[in-house]
Every structure is written in structure tokens, then in C-alpha cells.
């Protein structure tokens, strides 16, 4: 019986999916690098002043 559904099943779908979830992890993680390295340091502002 397994068998039978595993000859229904599209593999493309699932592969888009995970390509798709890959692509936003990698945008997030670098919006997030991003901010890290552009954000005002606490040492640079007291010496400003």
C-alpha cells in the first residue's frame, strides 16, 4: 500500500519549497549581519561627546 502513494508523489514541489525556505533563511540571516555591522557603537558615541 506504501508503495502505491509513493508513485503519486512530485518531488519537484517539495525541492522548490526547500529551495525557496533556503533563499529567506539566507536573506534573513544577512539583514541581520547587516544591522550588526551598520548599528552605532557605544564607545564611538561617548567619545563624540
Do not use: P, Q, R
Not at 529567506?24 to 564611538?44: A, R, S
Amino acid at each position: 500500500m506504501i508503495s502505491h502513494y509513493l508513485a503519486l508523489y512530485n518531488w519537484n514541489n517539495g525541492v522548490i519549497m526547500i529551495a525557496v525556505f533556503a533563499l529567506v533563511c539566507i536573506t534573513l540571516v544577512g539583514i541581520l549581519i547587516n544591522f550588526m555591522m551598520g548599528g552605532k557603537k557605544k564607545e564611538d558615541s561617548e567619545e563624540e561627546e
